[in-house]
């Protein structure tokens, strides 16, 4: 009813004759903007809720934009900052031994000497979360030696699945790794994973991005069938008629045959970074369908 796939591992081992034909069909549905798949609802020639276009002339669409500047220098895009209404707060969930919340307070901090700005008007606070006691003990024992706390920095035992914080508490949300980590749970690595991106999607504010880094790519089938399984049926667990916008960065995969990136052992395109933007809510009706979730690919 959510539009999303709930195909169990074993049955999708059975439908490469499907997959081959969504394949196909991708390659046919151009029809003119080439520059975004839509996720999250069912459509006659796609089980698995997944629409596409052809990424390859969203690339095209990229250059011509990003071309030039009136002196011939090449533009690259621009977002504007989270922190333009104020200094935001971040988490990371399932920190780990080297967190990437660390490494940004660390970036911001020494980038006081380039731009005169102070960083704590960038970031007010960061929060490292991570499930295993020992993890956060040595954090907190690191984090007791640093002499540079411009930016606060917590870090806390805590289950990704269920945190304490109130609704809508971070600007930026980051997860690296660890739901890839939580798939080799065959029997509750699904669920978990879900449940995971739910809690980010309740403590994410509007206007905010949720930012992943994961193996699974979504330039190639498996990592479209990864969002459309376990990332969209989780932003929608809580958030149902909330707008949803994500972006894909990675390796196209154009290296990775078709035919071949379902068989084990075969090159993957590497890993991916998502940046998931969590926008207005739609007026909304109790009998009215989610919004579909637009793709936005950008290949290096």
């Known amino acids: ?47 698995d809720g997944v629409s596409s276009e052809s990424r390859d002339e969203y690339v095209e669409v990229l250059d011509e934009e990003e071309e030039s500047d009136d002196d011939g220098n090449e533009q690259p895009n621009h977002r504007e900052g989270l922190s333009k209404s104020g200094a935001i707060s971040v988490l990371e969930v399932g920190c780990g031994d080297v967190p990437l919340g660390r490494d940004l307070k660390k970036s911001i901090e020494s980038f006081e000497s380039q731009t005169g700005i102070p960083p704590n008007n960038i970031v007010k606070q960061v929060v490292c979360v991570d499930y ?28 990704a699945r269920k945190l304490p914080y109130k609704d809508a508490s971070f600007e930026l949300i980051l997860e690296k790794g660890t739901m890839d980590a939580m798939l080799s749970d065959t029997d509750g690595g699904v669920d978990n994973c879900k449940l995971i991106v739910a809690e980010s999607a309740r403590l994410l504010i509007t206007g905010g991005c949720f930012v992943i880094v994961s193996h699974l790519n979504a330039h190639v089938h498996s990592g479209l069938q990864w969002l459309d399984r376990i990332v969209v049926p989780g932003l929608r667990m809580n958030c149902k008629h909330t707008k949803w916008e994500i972006e894909v960065h990675g390796n196209s995969g154009d290296d990775v045959p078709i035919e071949d990136e379902k068989n ?26 989610p919004p579909t979730i637009p793709l936005k690919f950008f290949s290096y």
């Open 132 to 159: 295993a006691p020992s993890c956060i003990a040595a954090l907190k024992k690191e984090q007791s030696s640093s002499t540079e706390n411009k930016i606060q920095i917590c870090y806390e035992v805590g289950d």
């Open 1 to 47: 009813g959510n539009g999303a796939s709930s195909r169990t591992d074993n049955e999708n081992a059975g439908h490469d004759e499907e997959e081959s034909n969504t394949d196909d069909n991708s390659e046919g549905n151009d029809n003119g903007n080439g520059n975004q798949h839509e996720v999250g609802r069912r459509n006659d020639d796609n089980e």
């Open 264 to 289: 084990e052992g075969q090159e993957s395109p590497g890993p991916a970074v998502y940046i998931i933007h969590k926008m207005e809510s739609n007026e909304k009706t109790a009998s009215s369908d």
